[in-house]
T-cell receptor, first 115, second 114 residues
Framework: DAGVIQSPRHEVTEMGQEVTLRCKPI?????LFWYRQTMMRGLELLIY????????DSGMPEDRFSAKMPNASFSTLKIQPSEPRDSAVYFC?????????????FGPGTRLTVL | GESVGLHLPTLSVQEGDNSIINCAYS??????FIWYKQESGKGPQFIID?????DKRQGQRVTVLLNKTVKHLSLQIAATQPGDSAVYFC?????????????FGTGTKLQVIP
């Protein structure tokens, strides 16, 4: 099993540019999560999909952030326009949360730096 | 100016000693708890879990204890090794609005002294 795959692993961009982060969940998992991790706020849940449908996006900071899951094997998190305060490590995680006793498996993360 | 970051609690342990990492969770309705380990530059990795109808569960070198009365969770690592150095997160899961909501704690940094 390849685990959760994220790309790119590192992204450096300038303020105002569009950034797209990509995630391939573990095959067979029906839930997908996007998290952001910073020194200031720790690990924050941004959005959660179940069976490709966004369930809870209350953690999405503002309209500049959007996430899609067009199929069970792919999701994107887009920031447009990006700002320096968006600099963080963004993690994607997947799981089978139909039952309560299953956990999330995290990808390696994308380290985003907005200059 | 400089931003003030989270001050993670840090536990320093001598190699070979046992480590105990504590976590207070917030919601009495949480029915499932997980411990994650995050090494530098990596994503959190599952270590061990426990259901709310249990008070103890053991894995390889790790034990999780759950005290629902005081909403407290602990992770015990036996014979701590340098490879155990990482940030450890507890997470609680509960049913919210018809789906499983997971909330992570702020983490504890474990430093193993060789």
């Amino acid at each position: 099993d390849a685990g959760v795959i994220q790309s790119p692993r590192h992204e450096v961009t300038e303020m105002g540019q569009e950034v797209t982060l990509r995630c391939k969940p573990i095959s067979g998992h029906n839930s997908l999560f996007w998290y952001r991790q910073t020194m200031m706020r720790g690990l924050e849940l941004l959005i959660y999909f179940n069976n490709n449908v966004p369930i809870d996006d209350s953690g999405m900071p503002e309209d500049r952030f959007s996430a899609k899951m067009p199929n069970a094997s792919f999701s994107t998190l887009k920031i447009q326009p990006s700002e320096p305060r968006d600099s963080a490590v963004y993690f994607c995680a997947s799981g089978r949360l139909a039952t309560s006793t299953d956990t999330q498996y995290f990808g390696p993360g994308t380290r985003l730096t907005v200059l | 100016g400089e931003s003030v970051g989270l001050h993670l609690p840090t536990l320093s342990v001598q190699e070979g000693d046992n480590s105990i990492i504590n976590c207070a969770y917030s919601n009495s309705a949480s029915d499932y708890f997980i411990w994650y380990k995050q090494e530098s530059g990596k994503g959190p990795q599952f270590i061990i879990d426990i259901r709310s109808n249990m008070d103890k569960r053991q894995g390889q070198r790790v034990t999780v204890l759950l005290n629902k009365t005081v909403k407290h969770l602990s992770l015990q690592i036996a014979a701590t090794q340098p490879g155990d150095s990482a940030v450890y997160f507890c997470a609680e899961k509960r049913n919210s609005g018809g789906y499983q909501k997971v909330t992570f704690g702020t983490g504890t940094k474990l430093q193993v002294i060789p």
